[in-house]
């Protein structure tokens, strides 16, 4: 599902005329640009993948220098595919992989080290320390954030820890910290020469050094993680104009929009109302609730997090809940246990039974995440019998990514009180008909594909365009969703609360297999 | 009817041959096992090796099995896999031209509806994933019965019913609209499955040049239609979205 090709969009009939938005996708594995017409639809596409670091176990990095290239090269690409020049797009807007960490000379431009990507695990031991004998939690009511090795501060402090030098050069001034959002617009906006220092609330909600309710750094966290406040950019709405592309054939175009990944899909969807939710299906899935203007606190193993601020508005804020195995489950299927040999087939050998005869699968691969969080627990095939055959366990497999949906929304409800009127989905799996069925069944929701598929792209755009009047308000923004297709639940409720309970026991059977953490 | 072709029946020998426990055999060898005069063997093994079927390996000479058998195992394209190479498109037919969006394969004697993108405006659609449309009035069902000689066979046996007075349903007048589909390279349905609507459709083809689906719009017939004929507007657009498909299955052009 991740194998889905969206790549060759570039050839995409150009009967729109300009004016055009440009966004910039700076994700884990690529780089892409994207210029999207007055409607939203796509006109051109470029995209180019980057080295993934490998050092040690558990360790992953990039190399910012050789993104910022890949970044150069797509906008160009982009641009000269779609036959057009800088006067012809009013806006340029980024979107990113969050939480990956670079640090650079700020006379130079030159990263003092590689990046360090969100899913390093190098800092789980700095983390236990800074938790003390509070724990995880320490910083939750400010941040929203359990104290983990995904998020950025911990990583800042790891590398003023590693790097020779490098803590007295920082304290001195002569070094920036950025998230991907900010080395990118620093670079694109003169860099050296002029380049502007900016990260927006949504990328500051993932550093675990932003105060929620302030929206600033907080300064007893930076003085309890021992970071310089001189390193860290200026925290600005996620659309608002913060300089001029100095640079690449959009020279002279407003950069006018910054938004991490999730949080560009949750606006791409255009979910602008409380209650409005979106579920990316990918290798891990992402599902944002929009909370508003209320910062809900959650309880059931959810992350409190900016959804987006659109200029000098009130903040929108969201409730984060991720799924780790769902696309890499079908991998499994197909690599590991070479049962299919396309992802997409795993809906065929799926749909070849009724049922999933009785067999349940936890994918608990590396623990229990949402709503759980047990690190113990080690994946499950439950309910084996002679009569399972390989189409039940392609079965269980959709039904696994679905189960998993139906408990992150649970916590949202039961965090937010707010209930779900229906699920906006987007992502590779959403191709996969008789999963999106089950996730409608599963959930008792109605569950909504729309019709532009580079969602996450498109938020970033939106968030541009809205910041140079491009389009006037996020009303104008709505009236561009297009329903593509509409799965409504067609399931017996007495027969999903039976299968629920059954997932449940099977979820139960997982925890407590490895004997002790470490 | 005449009797089996015996070069035939040899060369598929042969291949079982080299199928089988060896499987890579030099010339001498596989004339022994077969029974054959070397010069056969050798005229049979090169025949199967210039249509891909059989190697010769550079250094020793043996011969074995060639890439061309796996392809021809591996031909059968799972309908999900191409529902996911075609979303994109699919979705981007369906905003230009403002219309819903069908793809359809051969299935049970009818067109299986393997993907469908509602139109992009607000009103309530039903999902129709899974619905088996005629081979006989469709577009979807022209296209194919008119690319693929399986469902042209199909077509031609069903019992061919009116849905509505401007179906065709006599044999003759049906091998006319099928050739008139190959000529120009679509078909059109112009209220003859569904009052009031129409539609308009294209081949879908693999690597291998075959015909494995149709693409098609359907709307209502004063949106499809001008004096009486499709708007050319939207065949072009059908047609690149049947092309842009092709070619992520791995499709050229020529």
Redesign the interface.
């Known amino acids: 599902?991740t194998d889905?090709?969206?790549t060759?969009?570039n050839?995409?009939?150009a009967?729109s005329s300009g004016p055009f938005i440009a966004a910039i996708d700076q994700g884990t594995t690529s780089s892409r640009c994207i210029v999207f017409d007055r409607?939203g639809?796509?006109v051109s596409v470029d995209q180019q993948e980057h080295a993934q670091i490998f050092p040690k176990p558990g360790w992953v990095e990039h190399d910012a220098s050789e993104i910022w290239t890949r970044v150069q090269s797509v906008v160009d690409g982009a641009i000269s595919k779609a036959n057009i020049t800088a006067d012809d797009i009013k806006a340029i807007g980024i979107t990113n992989q969050r939480e990956t960490t670079v640090l650079w000379d700020k006379a130079t431009g030159e990263p003092v080290h590689n990046a360090i990507v969100w899913q390093d695990t190098r800092t789980d031991a700095l983390c236990r320390e800074f938790g003390r004998n509070v724990g995880q939690d320490r910083f939750r009511r400010e941040t929203g954030l359990p104290l983990a090795s995904y998020f950025a501060g911990p990583k800042i402090r790891w590398l003023l820890d590693n790097v020779e030098g490098l803590r007295e050069r920082a304290e001195r001034g002569e070094i920036l910290f950025g998230t991907m959002d900010s080395w990118v617009i620093w670079n694109l906006t003169g860099g050296p020469d002029g380049g502007v220092h900016v990260t927006d609330v949504t990328n500051a909600s993932r550093t675990l050094l932003m105060n929620l309710h302030t929206l600033d750094w907080d300064d007893k966290i930076l003085a309890s993680l021992d970071i310089p406040k001189q390193l860290l950019p200026q925290i600005r709405s996620s659309a608002e104009v913060y300089g001029t592309a100095a640079c690449t054939l959009a020279a002279g175009v407003p950069v006018a929009s910054a938004l991490g990944d999730q949080q560009a899909a949750l606006f791409g969807q255009t979910c602008f109302s409380e209650g409005e939710a979106k579920s990316t299906y990918g290798t891990g899935t992402f599902i944002l609730l929009n909370t508003g203007g209320q910062i809900v606190n959650s309880y059931s193993g959810l992350i409190t997090t900016v959804g987006y601020r659109i200029g000098d508005q009130a903040p929108v804020y969201a409730l984060e809940g991720s799924i780790a195995v769902t696309g890499s489950l079908v991998q499994w299927m197909r690599d590991q246990m070479g049962l299919i040999?396309?992802?997409?087939?795993?809906?065929?050998l799926a749909s070849s039974v009724e049922d999933n005869g009785g067999a349940y699968f936890v994918p608990a691969f590396s623990g229990l995440f949402a709503p759980y969080w047990r690190s113990d627990a080690r994946g499950v095939i439950a309910g084996l019998t002679r009569y399972v055959t390989k189409g039940h366990l392609a079965r269980a497999v959709l039904e696994a990514t679905a189960w998993q949906t139906r408990e992150v929304v649970d916590a949202m409800q039961k965090d937010s009180g707010v209930e779900l009127a229906a699920v906006k989905v987007d992502g590779?799996m959403?191709?996969?008909?008789l999963l999106m069925q089950t996730v409608a069944d599963f959930v008792d929701a109605p569950v909504v594909r729309p019709?532009?598929?580079e969602t996450t792209c498109l938020g970033a755009a939106y968030a541009a365009g809205l910041a140079v009047g491009f389009w006037p308000d996020t009303e104008a923004l709505r009236a561009n969703w297009?329903?593509?297709?509409?799965?409504t639940p067609d399931m017996d409720a007495a027969a999903r609360d039976r299968e629920y309970k059954n997932w449940l026991k099977a979820v139960e059977r997982t925890m407590g297999w490895l004997d002790e953490e470490n | 009817m005449p009797g089996p072709i015996q070069s035939l029946t040899r060369a598929a020998a042969v291949l079982r041959l080299l199928a089988g426990g060896e499987r890579r055999l030099g010339l001498s060898e596989v004339a022994a096992s077969l029974g054959l005069a070397k010069g056969t063997a050798h005229g049979i093994l090169r025949t199967l090796q210039q249509e891909g079927f059989v190697e010769q390996d550079t250094v020793s000479g043996k011969y074995q099995l060639g890439a061309e058998l796996l392809r021809l195992g591996?031909s059968y394209l799972?309908?999900?896999?191409l529902?996911?190479?075609a979303?994109?498109w699919a979705?981007?037919l369906?905003?230009?031209s403002g219309e819903s969006v069908y793809i359809g394969v051969l299935h049970h004697k009818g067109v299986l509806i393997v993907h469908?993108?509602?139109r992009?405006d607000?009103s309530r659609?039903v999902?129709e994933?899974g619905a088996m449309h005629p081979l006989h009035s469709t577009a979807l069902g022209k296209v194919l019965s008119a690319f693929d000689p399986v469902a042209h066979n199909e077509a031609m046996d069903v019992e061919r019913t009116a849905f509505t007075h401007r179906t065709v349903v006599e044999a003759d007048a049906f091998e006319k609209v099928l050739e008139d589909t190959r000529s120009r390279g679509w078909a059109s349905d112009m209220e003859e499955t569904w009052e009031g609507l129409a539609s308009v459709a294209a081949p879908i083809h693999d690597r291998r040049r075959m015909p494995v689906g149709a693409v098609g719009l359907t709307g209502a017939v004063e949106r499809v239609c001008e004096e009486g004929e499709v708007r050319s507007r939207l065949v072009a657009?059908v047609r690149?979205a049947a092309r842009?498909i092709s070619?992520?299955l791995g499709s050229s052009p020529f």
């Open positions: 599902m889905v090709n969206t060759d969009a050839t995409t009939d009967h409607d639809r796509i040999k396309s992802a997409a087939e795993i809906e065929t590779g959403t191709s996969n008909n019709m532009v598929a297009r329903r593509a297709a509409e799965w | 591996n799972d309908v999900h896999e529902r996911a190479r979303l994109v979705d981007d369906a905003r230009a469908h993108v509602f992009p607000d659609q999902l994933v657009s690149d842009s070619r992520d």
